[in-house]
């Protein structure tokens, strides 16, 4: 086997701690309480940027054993109806307390399920957002999809409504596996559903597989790479299964001695990641591949990589307004997040407030934090003389601990300065949330940050 990409030495020091995933900057689990007032306050300071849309469509058809999203299963027509009525209410709130109209770049549909919904609902929803929002053609607009549940008329629906990419979710493609997490999913479904969305003119496909599930072994993932290796999708996500199973109890079925120890474990990453590069596919950082032409390296290049909440993005827009229960908007220094449960949702929602619970304000210091981490983890690069600018900083001053801190990471061959910028070398591209995390205040642990050992 070719030697492996991350030294087994950085990733016993640096693999192992628990980081954020720095979806947000600080992380969620810090935010607090919010109100209908503190929300209306942030949606009222928007100016006129580009937006971006998403919708948390929460519902599926049967549980994933695995499944650490916020969803439900449900097969009752009324709740989905109210959910659907209840979004609208919502969509119409916010878009009324906007000061300015701005202009839509992107809108994702997540879950759950969004397939959940049949081709009218899918329809329903869209219009709920073109009614409220000026939604130009041609926009990056993409959905999350359970092959399973999913047909070729519904793909022909969103094709028609826009949608031009599409995210399917496979995990494994071997039966015993899918069979031990309650998904079973044969290949040939979702190929075909591959092969329909391409002739549908959607320019992007993704799948997402994951590692670290019940009864995987390096022998039999092997097989599910040879799949996706003929399904050639232009762009994967590889996750690492998060086993939480106090927070979500039904993954408490899974047995310690079924789950994969840590070697596997670190041999399953090891074998997607050399498998995957050696397919063509690029890995641009937290758990994403693409092939070689995919814009999101361009725009790497240009230093113009983006990430929100729905991932990595060439979209110009930094905002985020999000529908549905759970979803997380972003605007300007404040995240909001609505009610996680749908009934509560809905009733927030009925009683004419906005369905916001939590949420949070960043003070001037977390901006340039999250500045700094986003341009980390997007561009692989910390831009020194830029940041001094931008925020009137002197930056070796204002970040000193933390450059010292850096020392045994670069020590490690994570990064390395080339004049007055910061850049990721390929082992760090493995660590990246390792690098981040110097930057973050929010962490007070000192190891591995002050750990000076060298490989
Ligand atoms: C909303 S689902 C994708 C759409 C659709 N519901 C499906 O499953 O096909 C989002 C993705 O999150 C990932 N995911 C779900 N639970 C996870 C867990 N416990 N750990 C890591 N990734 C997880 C899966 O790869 C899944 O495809
Ligand atoms: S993985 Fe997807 S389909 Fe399965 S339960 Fe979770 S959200 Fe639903």
């Known amino acids: 086997m070719t030697p492996s990409l991350l030294h087994p030495?950085?990733?016993?020091?640096?693999?192992?701690?628990?980081?954020?995933?720095?979806?947000?900057?600080?992380?969620?689990?810090?935010w607090g309480p919010r109100d209908d007032s503190l929300a209306r306050l942030a949606l009222s300071s928007l100016d006129s940027r580009p937006l971006s849309l998403y919708v948390h469509v929460p519902f599926c058809r049967k549980l994933c054993l695995y499944c650490g999203c916020n969803m439900m299963v449900t097969r009752s027509q009324e709740l989905v109806e109210r959910y659907l009525q209840a979004l609208d209410r919502e969509v119409a709130q916010v878009a009324s307390l906007l000061p300015a109209r701005c202009p839509v770049v992107q809108v994702?549909?997540?879950?759950?399920?969004?397939?959940?919904?049949?081709?009218?609902?899918?329809?329903?929803?869209?219009?709920?957002?073109?009614?409220?929002?000026?939604?130009?053609?041609?926009?990056?607009?993409?959905?999350?999809?359970?092959?399973?549940?999913?047909?070729?008329?519904?793909?022909?629906?969103?094709?028609?409504?826009?949608?031009?990419?599409?995210?399917?979710?496979?995990?494994?493609?071997?039966?015993?596996?899918?069979?031990?997490?309650?998904?079973?999913?044969?290949?040939?479904?979702?190929r075909d559903l591959i092969t329909s969305a391409r002739q549908l003119g959607f320019?992007?496909?993704?799948?997402?597989l994951m590692y670290g599930l019940p009864l995987q072994s390096t022998e039999r993932f092997a097989k599910t790479l040879d799949c996706v290796a003929t399904l050639r999708p232009d762009r994967i996500a590889l996750f690492g299964y998060a086993h939480m199973p106090t927070?979500?109890?039904?993954?408490?079925?899974?047995?310690?001695?079924?789950?994969?120890?840590?070697?596997?474990?670190?041999?399953?990453?090891?074998?997607?990641?050399?498998?995957?590069?050696?397919?063509?596919?690029?890995?641009?950082?937290?758990?994403?591949?693409?092939?070689?032409?995919?814009e999101l390296l361009t725009a790497r290049q240009h230093g113009q990589l983006r990430r929100n909440f729905m991932g990595y993005t060439t979209c110009k827009s930094s905002d985020v307004l999000a529908f549905g229960p759970s979803s997380i908007s972003e605007l300007g220094r404040h995240y909001l997040q609505n009610e996680r449960e749908v009934v509560p949702y809905c009733e927030r929602v009925e009683s004419g407030a906005l369905p916001v619970v939590r949420g949070y304000s960043l003070s001037p210091d977390d901006v340039i934090r999250r500045d700094l981490i986003m341009e980390l983890?997007?561009?692989?690069?910390?831009?020194?003389?830029?940041?001094?600018?931008?925020?009137?900083?002197?930056?070796?001053?204002?970040?000193?601990?933390?450059?010292?801190?850096?020392?045994?990471?670069?020590?490690?061959?994570?990064?390395?300065?080339?004049?007055?910028?910061?850049?990721?070398?390929?082992p760090g591209q493995l660590l990246l949330r390792t690098v981040a995390s110097i930057f973050d205040a929010t962490l007070h642990k000192p190891a591995p940050r002050h750990h000076a050992a060298a490989v």
């Open 9 to 30: 030495a950085l990733l016993d020091r640096y693999g192992k701690l628990p980081l954020p995933r720095y979806t947000s900057y600080p992380p969620a689990n810090l």
């Open 108 to 190: 994702h549909l997540g879950g759950g399920t969004p397939t959940y919904l049949d081709e009218a609902q899918l329809a329903r929803l869209w219009q709920i957002l073109a009614s409220r929002f000026d939604i130009p053609s041609g926009i990056e607009a993409s959905i999350e999809v359970h092959p399973p549940v999913t047909s070729t008329t519904q793909l022909q629906t969103l094709a028609q409504l826009g949608f031009s990419r599409v995210s399917m979710g496979v995990q494994d493609f071997d039966p015993v596996v899918q069979k031990r997490i309650n998904r079973l999913q044969p290949f040939e479904q979702t």
């Open 203 to 208: 320019v992007s496909v993704n799948i997402d």
């Open 247 to 294: 927070l979500r109890t039904h993954q408490a079925v899974f047995r310690s001695d079924e789950l994969p120890d840590p070697a596997t474990r670190a041999a399953l990453f090891e074998l997607s990641l050399q498998r995957l590069l050696a397919l063509g596919y690029v890995y641009v950082g937290l758990d994403h591949f693409v092939l070689p032409e995919d």
């Open 377 to 426: 983890l997007c561009n692989l690069v910390i831009d020194k003389p830029a940041l001094s600018v931008r925020y009137g900083i002197d930056f070796d001053h204002y970040f000193a601990s933390e450059l010292s801190a850096l020392s045994p990471l670069i020590a490690d061959g994570l990064c390395g300065w080339e004049g007055d910028r910061l850049k990721i070398l390929l």
